[in-house]
C-alpha cells in the first residue's frame, strides 16, 4: 500500500499496471469482446475472398453448377477476350487520368482553404457536396446534363458561348465522348476527397519548420517541394493508395451512365465482372475478371500496411 | 480582414505582401474558390432547377437552361410520393441503415474498448488487421458474397441481406474509430473508479461510456451514411421492388426504358442526396483521420 503515499500521478500509472497484472482472464475478456468483430470480418470478407479464388480458378455457372477444377485457364482465357483487354485498358487509363486531375485540382483546392476566408465553413461544406452525396443519386443529374438531346453542356458551351459547332457532341452515345464524360465524373466525384487529404496533411505541418526553411530563404516552390511534401508524403501517398483502390474497382459510375457501351467503348474489369458473372451467370468468369485487379490492389495494400506499422511502431 | 491571423503558417510561405499584391492575392482567391464553387455544385443547381421547372421547360430551346419561364412548382416531388415506390425505398433505406448501425455499435464498442484498454496480446496487430479489410473493395467479393447469402443465410432478394452485409465495411472502419475515442479517454479517470471499489464493468459503465457518447454517436452516424452510399451490393442482392433503396431503387426503376421522367427522377436522387450529404459533411473529418490512421492530427 506504499502506493498511496505517492502522488496521484504516478499513482494512476501504476495501479493498473499492477492490477493487470493480477487479472489473469483480462485477455481472455478482450478477445471475447474483439472476436464478434473478428468473426464478422473472418466469415463475411475472408471467406468470400478464398471463395472467389476458388471460384475463379474452377468452371462454376449459376445454371450449370459446379463443373470441375480447371486452374488458371479462366484467366488464360479472359487475357485472350478483347473485351476484357479493353476494359484493363479502360479501368487503368480511367483510373490513372482520374488520379492526376484529382491530384491538380485536390491541391489547389487544398491550398485555397487554408487562406483565412468568411463562411469558411459553409463553402467547404459545398464543396464537399459531390463527395458526400450519394454517387448513384448524383450520377442522374449527370446523365440528364449528358442527355443527348437536352445536354446542358451542349447548350452551354454552343449555343451561349459558341465554343462549340454543330452537330454537337452526343456525349454518352460516341466512343470518344463517353470515355471523356466518365472521366470526368470521376474527377467531379474525386477531387473534393483529394483537396481534404492534402488538407489534412498540410495543417499537420508544424510551423517552426516552415519558418526555418522560410528564414533560409526558400520560396514557395522550393518549400513545398523540398519541405512540405516529403512531410506530408505519408498522409498523400495513403490518400492515394485509398481512391486508386476505390476508383480502379467502381461499378457505379459505369453501370449508370452507359453500361459499358457504346459498344465497349467505356467498358471496365468491375463491370465486366458484374456483366459476366451475374448478368451472364458465370459465376467463374466474373470472380476471374475482378481478381484480376488484385495484385494491383494488394500492392496498396501492402505499402498501406507499411505506412500504418511505422507509425504505429512511432508511437 | 488584417485583424485575422492566418490560420496556418503554409499560407504565409513567400515574400511579404505589398498591400496591392495583397488585393490582387485576395482576389484571386475568391476567384479561384468561385470557379471551384461552380464546378462541385453546378451539378446539384442543374438537378434542383430541372425538377422544379414544368416538364415543358425542360425541353423547350428557348428557356434559358439555369432559369425557367413557365412557374416552378412541386408537381414533381407530389407524384414521386404518391406515384412511384420511393416511399417504400426511402423507408428500406432508413430500416437498412439504422439495422447496420446497431449491428456496427453493438460489434465495435466492446471490440474498440478491448483493442484500446485491454492487455491483449497483439492487439494492434488485431486492429491493423481488420481495419485493412476496409481496403478489400465490394467488386472483389460480391460473386460469392451474393451466393452466400442467397444459399448459407437465405436471404436471396431481400433487404436482410444488406443489412447483413453492410457491416462488412462499417465494422473496420469504426472500430478503428472507437479504438481512437477510447484511447483518448484519460486513463486516470477510469483508475480512479477502480480504486473507488468499482469493477471494471462499473468503471465502463459508469465513467468511460457517459464520457465516450460523442465518440459512439459519431461512429454510429458515419455507419448510417455509409451504409446509404452503397451501390454494388444492393445491385446484386436485391432485385424485387419492395426490396429495394433508394440508391439503386431511382435509377433502376425511375428510368422507364429509352423515356425519361426527369422530373421525377432528378426529385428523387436530390432530395435523399442533399440530406445524406449534408450530414456527411459534419463527418467528413473524422472519415480522414479514419483513412489515414490519425496521421493528419
Known amino acids: 500500500m506504499a502506493q498511496f503515499s505517492i502522488e496521484p500521478a504516478v499513482v494512476a500509472e501504476r495501479v493498473p499496471r499492477a492490477r493487470r497484472f493480477r487479472v489473469p482472464g483480462e485477455a481472455l475478456a478482450g478477445y471475447a469482446l474483439v472476436s464478434p468483430a473478428v468473426l464478422y470480418i473472418l466469415v463475411l470478407v475472408a471467406y468470400p475472398f478464398f471463395l472467389a479464388l476458388y471460384l475463379s480458378l474452377s468452371n462454376v455457372t449459376v445454371a450449370g453448377g459446379f463443373g470441375g477444377f480447371v486452374g488458371i485457364a479462366n484467366y488464360l482465357r479472359i487475357i485472350h477476350d478483347p473485351t476484357f483487354i479493353k476494359g484493363l485498358e479502360n479501368s487503368l487509363s480511367f483510373t490513372f487520368f482520374a488520379e492526376v486531375g484529382k491530384s491538380v485540382l485536390g491541391i489547389g483546392l487544398a491550398f485555397l482553404l487554408l487562406q483565412s476566408l468568411r463562411g469558411k465553413k459553409l463553402i467547404r461544406g459545398l464543396l464537399m457536396v459531390p463527395f458526400t452525396m450519394p454517387l448513384p443519386l448524383a450520377l442522374l443529374g449527370w446523365k440528364w446534363m449528358y442527355d443527348p438531346q437536352f445536354s446542358v453542356i451542349n447548350r452551354v458551351f454552343g449555343d451561349m458561348l459558341h465554343l462549340m459547332h454543330q452537330p454537337y457532341p452526343v456525349w454518352l452515345g460516341d466512343p470518344v465522348f463517353s470515355w471523356f464524360a466518365i472521366l470526368i465524373v470521376n474527377i467531379w466525384r474525386g477531387f473534393p476527397f483529394a483537396a481534404v487529404i492534402v488538407l489534412a496533411g498540410l495543417t499537420s505541418i508544424p510551423k517552426d519548420i516552415l519558418d526555418a526553411a522560410k528564414v533560409d530563404g526558400a520560396g514557395f516552390f522550393r518549400t513545398w517541394h523540398f519541405v512540405i511534401v516529403p512531410l506530408i508524403a505519408p498522409i498523400l501517398f495513403i490518400g492515394l493508395i485509398y481512391d486508386v483502390t476505390f476508383t480502379l474497382s467502381d461499378i457505379t459510375i459505369v453501370d449508370v451512365l452507359t453500361q459499358g457501351g457504346p459498344n465497349g467503348a467505356t467498358e471496365t474489369l468491375p463491370m465486366l465482372a458484374y456483366q459476366n458473372g451475374i448478368i451472364g451467370g458465370n459465376l467463374s468468369s466474373g470472380a476471374a475478371d475482378a481478381l484480376i485487379l488484385f495484385p494491383l490492389l494488394f500492392a496498396g495494400l501492402v505499402f498501406f500496411l507499411r505506412m500504418l506499422f511505422r507509425r504505429t511502431v512511432e508511437e | ?297
Request: proline fraction near 7%; hydrophobic fraction near 50%.
Open chain 2, 1 to 297: 480582414m488584417s485583424a485575422t491571423p492566418a490560420r496556418t503558417d503554409v499560407s504565409r510561405l513567400g515574400r511579404r505582401p505589398t498591400p496591392w499584391r495583397r488585393l490582387r492575392n485576395r482576389s484571386l482567391l475568391y476567384v479561384a474558390l468561385i470557379l471551384y464553387l461552380i464546378v462541385a455544385c453546378f451539378p446539384i443547381y442543374y438537378m434542383l432547377m430541372s425538377t422544379l421547372k414544368a416538364d415543358y421547360d425542360l425541353i423547350d430551346p428557348s428557356v434559358n437552361p439555369f432559369w425557367f419561364k413557365r412557374p416552378l412548382g412541386l408537381e414533381h416531388f407530389q407524384y414521386l410520393f404518391s406515384q412511384t415506390n420511393f416511399p417504400i425505398w426511402g423507408l428500406n433505406t432508413v430500416v437498412v441503415a439504422a439495422c447496420v448501425l446497431g449491428i456496427t455499435l453493438a460489434i465495435c464498442i466492446p471490440g474498440g474498448y478491448a483493442l484500446a484498454r485491454l492487455r491483449v496480446p497483439g492487439a494492434q496487430h488485431l486492429a491493423v488487421g481488420i481495419f485493412l479489410t476496409y481496403l478489400i473493395p465490394p467488386i472483389l467479393l460480391f460473386i460469392p458474397l451474393n451466393q452466400l447469402v442467397a444459399n448459407l443465410f437465405n436471404l436471396e432478394n431481400s433487404r436482410w441481406a444488406l443489412v447483413l452485409v453492410y457491416p462488412t465495411f462499417t465494422i473496420p472502419f469504426c472500430l478503428w474509430l472507437m479504438m481512437g475515442f477510447f484511447k483518448r479517454v484519460p486513463k486516470e479517470i477510469e483508475d480512479a473508479a477502480l480504486v473507488d471499489g468499482c469493477n471494471r464493468w462499473q468503471a465502463v459503465r459508469r465513467i468511460v461510456l457517459p464520457v465516450s457518447v460523442p465518440g459512439i454517436v459519431t461512429a454510429g452516424i458515419f455507419a448510417f451514411t455509409l451504409a446509404m452510399q452503397d451501390f454494388l451490393y444492393a445491385l446484386v442482392m436485391v432485385s424485387s421492388s419492395d426490396q429495394k433503396v433508394i440508391n439503386t431503387g431511382v435509377p433502376t426503376e425511375l428510368i422507364r426504358g429509352d423515356v425519361y421522367f426527369w422530373g421525377e427522377l432528378l426529385a428523387a436522387a436530390l432530395l435523399p442526396g442533399i440530406l445524406i450529404a449534408f450530414v456527411y459533411n459534419f463527418f467528413l473529418d473524422y472519415f480522414v483521420q479514419g483513412i489515414t490512421g490519425g496521421i493528419g492530427k
